[in-house]
């Protein structure tokens, strides 16, 4: 988070007035009885309406390069957004009046995203209780918390992954944007993100399907096309080990658990097409001859740069069906 009026840590034996704030708001105008729609990433709920005007050309742009087109909007006091993540990183500003300088003001809290905070996100999803409202279990139990408030003309940018809340404290007019992050921190987030949608929705999207949903397919392109973008003058420069290529591969391939229901379908096929597009065949050459690499094909890709050993009992090579590349990645990987 941006440095605003105020930044602290938020500690288990501290809890700020804006966080009180927050917690009055969920008690006073959250419907309990309707816990189910609380929290979905596409689908967060408001103590009080959120108006958009929308993308109006005044404030279509912050200024700052490769920011999305802004959304405009006007919150009056007590919009509260449970905690959540954006799968970029999202940047809010507070127009500031000409004749009233002072209006506009915002609590923000927000988790790294560590290795244990995401245990805690994943259970608490599983948890009718803690899903009334994340931000009130997130405080006792996930780690590195931060919290601020947002004065009118402040920026304030959120990095990709990391779990935040935010309450409007005073009617406010917020211009809010996204920006590309890094691409693996963005698929470490989309993964994240589909995750929790299935622990929440019994093993499917919050739209009911078993596969993919368009806007996760398109987050996974994205993410894909800025890490190879990424990668190339890593590889020139000989700057990638061959441990954080490893890594690289294995987070694309954990991707392949959502494609449990069609491994050889029209969904597999197009996960194929992404992760050995041309350019993922090139840079996987590129890896292979780096590190002196003898498998060929998908395989070197899909198995980590020699990290996976596994060998067919017959000795022969292996094929570069996507089905049976699935079937070997669920075996060895990802179980």
């Known amino acids: 988070m941006t440095d605003s009026t105020h930044l602290a840590d938020l500690g288990r034996d501290r809890t700020p007035e804006c966080l009180s704030y927050m917690g009055e708001v969920m008690e006073r105008y959250i419907d309990s009885s309707n816990a189910s729609l609380l929290g979905d990433p596409d689908n967060l709920r408001y103590a009080v309406g959120m108006s958009f005007v929308g993308d109006l050309k005044k404030y279509a742009f912050l200024n700052i390069p490769g920011a999305d087109e802004a959304d405009f909007c006007i919150q009056p006091a007590g919009v509260f957004a449970d905690l959540h993540l954006d799968l970029k990183n999202s940047l809010a ?67 990709v992954g990391w779990f935040h809340a935010v309450v409007t404290l005073v009617p406010s007019i917020l211009v809010g944007s996204w920006l590309d992050g890094n691409g693996y921190e963005m698929l470490s987030t989309l993964y994240v993100y589909m995750r929790t949608s299935r622990i929440r929705h019994g093993g499917k999207s919050e739209q009911g399907f078993t596969g993919w949903t368009d ?27 061959q441990d954080r290529a490893a890594q690289m591969f294995e ?68 094929s570069n069906n996507i089905k049976d590349i699935m079937t070997h990645m669920k075996k060895k990987h990802l179980e």
């Open 93 to 159: 500003w507070l127009r500031r009046s000409r004749d009233e300088p002072q209006k506009g003001k915002k609590a923000w809290v927000a988790f790294p995203k560590t290795e244990r905070n995401e245990t805690v996100w994943y259970d608490m999803h599983g948890s009718s209780h803690d899903y009334l409202n994340l931000t009130r279990t997130a405080s006792e139990k996930m780690e590195g918390g931060r919290y601020c408030v947002q004065g009118a003309g402040d920026l304030v940018l959120i990095p």
């Open 215 to 241: 806007k996760e397919k398109t987050h996974f392109e994205s993410g894909l096309s800025i890490l190879l973008a990424e990668t190339k003058p890593l590889i020139e420069t000989k700057a990638v080990s």
């Open 251 to 318: 987070k694309i391939w954990a991707f392949a658990e959502f494609n449990k229901e069609d491994s050889g379908g029209e969904m597999g096929k197009w996960f194929l097409e992404v992760v050995w597009s041309k350019d993922w065949r090139d840079i996987t050459t590129e890896l292979k001859m780096m590190y002196g690499e003898e498998r060929d094909g998908l395989w070197a890709n899909s198995c980590f740069i020699s990290q996976c050993r596994d060998r067919r009992s017959d000795g022969r090579s292996r």
